[in-house]
Nanobody, 131 residues
Framework: QVQLVESGGGSVQAGGSLRLSCAVS??????????MGWFRRDFGKKREGVAV???????TYAEAVKGRFTISKDNTKNTLYLKMNSLKPEDSAMYYC???????????????????????WGQGTQVTVSS
C-alpha cells in the first residue's frame, strides 16, 4: 500500500503562488522509486493531468501550466511538490497527488490520460484562484 497525503492548497488572488506537498508513507516504496504526479478536477469537468515525474525522473507538464508550475521530488523527505506561480482563475480545482510503483508508460501519457494507470491517490487539496 502507498499512502499519499496532500497539503498546501488554499485561496489566492490571480497572479499569486502556492506550493502543494504530497507526503508518501505506509509503503515499502519510497518517492524515489515511484512514478508520481499531480492531477486536478474542477467541478463538472474531467480529471486532467497537470505534471508528472516518472520513476526515470522524466517530467511532463500540461500545456496549460508550462512555464508557471514546477514539479519536484525530495527523496530524503519522501515528498512530492508542485510549485504554482502566476496562478489564474482557471487553475481553480481540487488537486490530487497520485503514484504508482509499476507505472511504465512514460510521463507524457500519464499527463494526457489524466493518470488513468496510477493506482494510488491522495484525498485532494482545494486550490481556488480569484480574479
Amino acid at each position: 500500500q502507498v499512502q499519499l497525503v496532500e497539503s498546501g492548497g488554499g485561496s489566492v488572488q490571480a497572479g499569486g503562488s502556492l506550493r502543494l506537498s504530497c507526503a508518501v508513507s505506509g509503503s515499502k516504496y519510497s518517492a524515489r522509486t515511484l512514478s508520481m504526479g499531480w492531477f486536478r478536477r474542477d467541478f463538472g469537468k474531467k480529471r486532467e493531468g497537470v505534471a508528472v515525474i516518472d520513476n526515470n525522473d522524466d517530467i511532463t507538464y500540461a500545456e496549460a501550466v508550462k512555464g508557471r508550475f514546477t514539479i519536484s521530488k525530495d527523496n530524503t523527505k519522501n515528498t512530492l511538490y508542485l510549485k504554482m506561480n502566476s496562478l489564474k482563475p482557471e487553475d481553480s480545482a481540487m488537486y490530487y497527488c497520485a503514484a504508482d510503483p509499476y507505472y511504465s508508460s512514460g510521463s507524457p501519457f500519464a499527463v494526457s490520460s489524466g493518470g488513468s494507470d496510477f493506482g494510488y491517490w491522495g484525498q485532494g487539496t482545494q486550490v481556488t484562484v480569484s480574479s
